[in-house]
């Protein structure tokens, strides 16, 4: 089994940035990628970044230029640096690990403020 915890979120002004972190633990053999997802009220779940072992990135049209994804291999760990946050960008973000299966964490809320 895999335990997924995020971390980071918070309330922040428009322009402000944010750094959300997401740790896998548990019975881990090997892990695709990892990412985040986000969900804001009345939306589906969309994708916001994710990252291969090997260090690809896919990044969600709405946070390219704006978000970073970054990732730490040996301790199972990914990161988002947000920056230039955007009222639009107030969502439950969610963490995915892949490895056999999909494991979610529980999400962390982030809300800009206009």
């Known amino acids: 089994q895999v335990q997924v915890v995020e971390s980071g979120g918070g309330l922040v002004q428009a322009g402000g940035s944010l750094r959300l972190s997401c740790v896998a633990s548990?019975?881990?053999?090997?892990?695709?990628?990892m990412g985040w997802y986000r969900q804001a009220p009345g939306k589906q779940r969309e994708l916001v970044a994710v990252?291969?072992?090997?260090?690809?990135?896919n990044y969600g049209d709405s946070v390219k230029g704006r978000f970073t994804i970054s990732r730490d291999n040996a301790k199972n760990t990914v990161y988002l640096q947000m920056n230039s946050l955007k009222p639009e960008d107030t969502a439950v973000y969610y963490c995915l690990v892949r490895t056999m299966s999909e494991n979610w964490g529980q999400g962390t809320q982030v809300t800009v403020s206009s």
């Open positions: 990252i291969t072992s090997g260090g690809t990135t």
């Open positions: 548990g019975s881990i053999f090997s892990v695709n990628f």
